[in-house]
Each structure stands twice: as structure tokens, then as C-alpha cells.
């Protein structure tokens, strides 16, 4: 989508199979959460493999590391 601001999202991990998918997505026309939601959507999303070295692999790896 061309010309948002942010977008906050609630994604779920699988930690066995290092994988996720996006839950749910609200896009809004300001930064950080700030002005008109130009789209709001829910879903159940496609498990997709996380990529190594990845900004997403950085999340998985902070939402399945047990120290």
C-alpha cells in the first residue's frame, strides 16, 4: 500500500519449525500509530519459513529464546 505512515500487526511464531504468520494488520496513515486506519485486517495467515538474517528472524528468535 503507497502512502502509509506505520503498521502495527500481531504475528504467531511456531519455535520447532522456525516459522510464522501474520495474524492480524491495522494500517494507519500517520507514524506510530498515529492518524487514519486506512486498513484493518484479519486473517489467519500462511505459515511462511523464517528467513535467516532477517529482520523477521530477529523477532522469532526474541518471541522463542528460553534462557
Do not use: T
Not at 505512515?5 to 516459522?19: T, V
Not at 523464517?50 to 530477529?58: K, L
Amino acid at each position: 500500500m503507497e502512502g502509509y505512515g506505520s503498521i502495527k500487526s500481531h504475528r504467531e511464531y511456531d519455535c520447532a519449525a522456525a516459522r510464522d504468520r501474520l495474524l492480524a494488520a491495522i494500517i494507519f496513515s500517520g507514524q506510530m500509530r498515529e492518524g487514519k486506519v486506512l486498513d484493518d485486517n484479519v486473517k489467519d495467515g500462511q505459515w511462511i519459513s523464517v528467513a535467516p538474517a532477517s529482520s523477521g528472524h530477529a523477532l522469532w528468535k526474541l518471541a522463542c529464546d528460553k534462557k
